[in-house]
């Protein structure tokens, strides 16, 4: 079906948390990455190795942490482009037994079948009627869906097609250059459902189009109207990741991963897993204290964590919103492998925070970021019966291990 069938994707062994780790069963850390119709097309041609190696990383090392998703309606766009396509080839494979007639025909027999839009001068050909290969057609496009879902682990039923993706598309259609077809498409990324919005959409497309047309303030501007988040919108061929991790490809600008272009798959799997601490970091940036530091004193009790906060992130005036006495509030902390390998909420709350030898209360005054500031909490578990129980200490090792990331569980400010 494709010219480059041996370019396929040999599945990673499934990524395994560490035993003790908590499932990630909310979506506060967990990323979506959504994929455009022509994602889709790419990926079933196997047109870009590095491409199929992205999605391969994304359903091997971190699948815990994304999820594969896109659209019925860019399913909708893409069983009409690829019923093209199949026929389209039909009559390339037939017309390339008599060459002759190939220049007549086709613009180009070699750029026609590189070229990510497939141009004949006819709709229909005499030789090869529509009526007489559309069953062969109609196969291989439902073998391709099977393959979406069951080898991309893509689920377009993510996101069904309803009324309310309208009003919202007429407004970036009207607002901007986006065309209709393409806002319809940005629209059912974020609003998957009727009244439910999806947050940490990560969009990617080759649409040169609408990369070209999107301006993220304009966008926002016209989402805000209808209570919607912006997706951040991606081209597989400038991918913006965060200073660590940066694929080595072959275009000049190392701030950026190009996925048509060759790449180490072990870069590529050291971009994801930046992207993901990245967008998670990003959306929960009021909950995120900062990143684990370890204990210069060997001494020190094994169930404290050390975190050193991001610049001034308001911890007091954290703790004194959680623990006013009239906001029934408690705080739970959560921290995630700087390598993905596991996350782990508290299961008792944190009784205090500790600044030096000194318990952080209403108006402490921590010091300037001139230099890093350091606090402390401690760890506790509980038994089936509530009863405290110590951490066990192979958890303990892996969450107070250099850079980890430390977070308020989102709950606790809710």
């Known amino acids: 079906m494709t010219q480059n069938s041996s370019r396929n994707i040999t599945h990673m062994t499934p990524f395994k948390l560490q035993p003790w780790s908590d499932s990630i069963t909310e979506d506060h850390f967990r990323v979506r990455f959504f994929f455009d119709t022509n994602l889709l097309i790419y990926l079933l041609d196997n047109k870009y190795q590095s491409l199929n190696d992205f999605i391969e990383v994304l359903n091997g090392p971190y699948s815990p942490f994304v999820e594969l998703v896109s659209s019925r309606y860019v399913i909708f766009e893409f069983v009409g482009v690829r019923k093209k396509q199949h026929y389209q080839r039909i009559v390339i494979e037939n017309l390339a037994k008599t060459p002759k007639r190939i220049d007549t025909l086709i613009d180009g027999f070699q750029n026609f079948r590189d070229s990510d839009k497939y141009y004949l001068h006819h709709e229909e050909f005499d030789d090869i009627k529509f009526k007489n290969v559309i069953a062969d057609i109609k196969t291989k496009v439902e073998a391709e869906l099977d393959k979406v879902i069951n080898e991309f682990n893509i689920k377009y039923d993510f996101s069904s097609f309803h009324v309310d993706q309208l009003d919202p598309t007429f407004e970036i259609c009207l607002s901007s250059k986006i065309s209709n077809y393409d806002g319809l498409v940005l629209i059912s990324s974020v609003l998957p459902t009727p009244n439910s919005v999806s947050h940490n959409v990560m969009f990617l497309t080759a649409d040169t189009n609408l990369i070209s047309f999107y301006d993220p303030e304009q966008i926002k501007d016209c989402l805000s109207k209808h209570s919607i988040p912006l997706p951040e919108v991606h081209n597989i061929a400038s ?97 995630i492998s700087k390598d993905l390998d596991f996350i782990y909420t508290t299961k008792k709350k944190v009784e205090a925070f500790w600044h030096k030898n000194s318990q952080i209360t209403s108006g402490y005054k921590l010091p300037a970021n001139k230099k890093d500031v350091i606090v402390s909490f401690s760890v506790k578990d509980e038994d089936d019966e509530k009863h405290e129980i110590p951490v066990e200490q192979p958890i303990l090792d892996s969450i107070r291990a250099k850079d980890n990331l430390v977070f308020i569980h989102p709950d606790s400010l809710a």
């Not at 072959?250 to 897993?273: C, F, G, P, S």
């Open 239 to 335: 991918l913006k990741i965060a200073k660590a991790g940066i694929v080595k490809s072959e275009k000049k600008n190392k701030d950026v991963t190009n996925l048509k272009m060759t790449n180490k798959k072990e870069d590529i799997q050291e971009t994801v897993k930046d992207m993901i601490l990245r967008i998670i970091k990003t959306r929960l940036r009021s909950n995120y204290l900062g990143t684990t530091v370890e204990a210069k004193n060997l001494n020190i009790p094994k169930d404290i964590i050390f975190i050193k906060l991001v610049k001034n992130y308001p911890l007091v005036k954290k703790i004194e919103e959680i623990t006013n006495p009239s906001s029934n509030k408690e705080i739970f902390m959560t921290v």
